[in-house]
């Protein structure tokens, strides 16, 4: 029904930029949330930001004036354009959607397959 494909990651040398994108496609009526999470070996899923359909985002405070979602609504597309990259940073990078389908049915479970992010020092 709800597809999430994410594009961008790869490896980078510390202080260096990656751009994720990440496309939702499928019967989808309304996005109310997208956002991007990520996940490092040992640790827990975490928020990295997210924004609403307003266009409101929120950050974690550890990529807080490094980082920036955007979203391009007419594309169903959200953006992460992540600067100053550290190795702390590196994780697998996941996008999510909080959205309603044409069925009315509404979910924020929809996830993406995921993209590594690699920082070295």
């Known amino acids: 029904q709800v597809q999430l494909v994410e594009s961008g990651g790869g490896w980078v040398q510390a202080g260096g930029s990656l751009r994720l994108s990440c496309a939702a496609s499928g019967s989808i009526l309304r996005i109310h949330v997208m956002g991007w999470y990520r996940q490092a070996p040992g640790k827990q899923r975490e928020l990295v930001a997210s924004?609403?359909?307003?266009?409101?985002?929120n950050y974690a405070d550890s990529v807080k004036g490094r980082f920036t979602i955007s979203r391009d609504s007419a594309k169903n597309t959200v953006y992460l354009q992540m600067n100053s990259l550290k190795p702390e940073d590196t994780a697998v990078y996941y996008c999510?959607?909080?959205?309603?389908?044409?069925?009315?049915?509404?979910?924020?479970?929809?996830w993406g397959q995921g993209t590594q992010v690699t920082v070295s020092s």
């Open positions: 999510n959607a909080d959205l309603t389908l044409n069925s009315l049915t509404r979910s924020g479970d929809y």
């Open positions: 924004i609403t359909g307003g266009s409101s985002t």
